[in-house]
């Protein structure tokens, strides 16, 4: 069974710092997702990582897959309070019919950026 | 474009009783998944349709799930009877179900129906 553990669980971060948030998966996994959920919102996607190696960056985040190590990271630099929010990273395999399938989420990490 | 539109946005309902969420895909995906977060868990998958086939349906917990998707347009997932631990927020999302592109593959989510089951 796939099982994805995100950390920390919580973090709390002061305006213009960096942090990383990790996110390890248990078995082979074809696609790495991140997305951003804010309170009582929907799920945003951010980033799809597709192969080793594979590097995004969007403003202040940029992710990351190494899949040897079966390891994506999340960094954020120079926080802003509007990163508030809670990010859940995200797995799939490829079906043998070629399209994606379902997603084994992550705990999600609460981040919480402070003045 | 419009996203994934969900309904009811909230539902409280008495043990015992019925319950039918609606989710009303974007337009032109064939693939939807229903999932779930129960309090204080991580978000779970329940099942996937591929246009009105369902795919998978693993996630399903029991007997008192079903779900529909006839037409292969919205879907509908009805709980019956609902019990308390079937609180939780629902989640549907769509994707285009093409590896064609990063875009193709993303799954993309609608508000959720938070659900209380007292």
């Known amino acids: 069974e796939l099982k994805v553990e995100q950390n920390p669980l919580f973090l709390s971060m002061q305006e213009g710092k960096n942090y990383t948030i990790y996110c390890n998966y248990s078995?082979?996994?074809?696609?790495l997702y991140w997305y951003r959920q804010d309170p009582g919102k929907s799920l945003e996607s951010l980033f799809v990582l597709l192969s080793n190696g594979a590097v995004k960056q969007e403003g202040r985040l940029m992710a990351s897959l190494d899949t040897k190590a079966r390891l994506s990271t999340l960094h954020i630099t120079a926080a802003v309070h509007d990163l508030s929010a809670t990010y859940f990273c995200?797995?799939?395999?490829?079906?043998?019919?070629?399209?994606?399938?379902?997603?084994?989420f992550g705990t999600g990490t609460r981040l919480q950026v402070t003045l | 474009e419009a996203g994934v539109t969900q309904f009811p946005s909230h539902s409280v309902i008495e043990k015992g009783q019925t319950v039918t969420l609606r989710c009303d895909p974007i337009s032109g995906h064939d693939n939807l998944y229903w999932y779930r977060r129960v309090m204080g868990k991580e978000i779970k998958f329940l099942l996937h349709f591929v246009k009105e086939s369902k795919q998978d349906e693993s996630g399903m917990p029991n007997n008192r799930f079903l779900a529909e998707r006839t037409g292969g347009t919205y879907s509908t997932l009805k709980v019956q009877p609902a019990e308390l631990e079937d609180s939780g927020v629902y989640f549907c999302?769509?994707?285009?179900?093409?590896?064609?592109?990063?875009?193709?593959?993303?799954?993309?989510f609608g508000p959720g129906t938070r659900l209380l089951v007292l």
């Open positions: 078995t082979t996994s074809d696609r």
């Open positions: 999302a769509s994707s285009q179900g093409v590896l064609a592109s990063g875009r193709g593959e993303t799954q993309y």
């Open positions: 995200a797995v799939a395999p490829v079906m043998y019919t070629g399209t994606a399938s379902k997603l084994t």
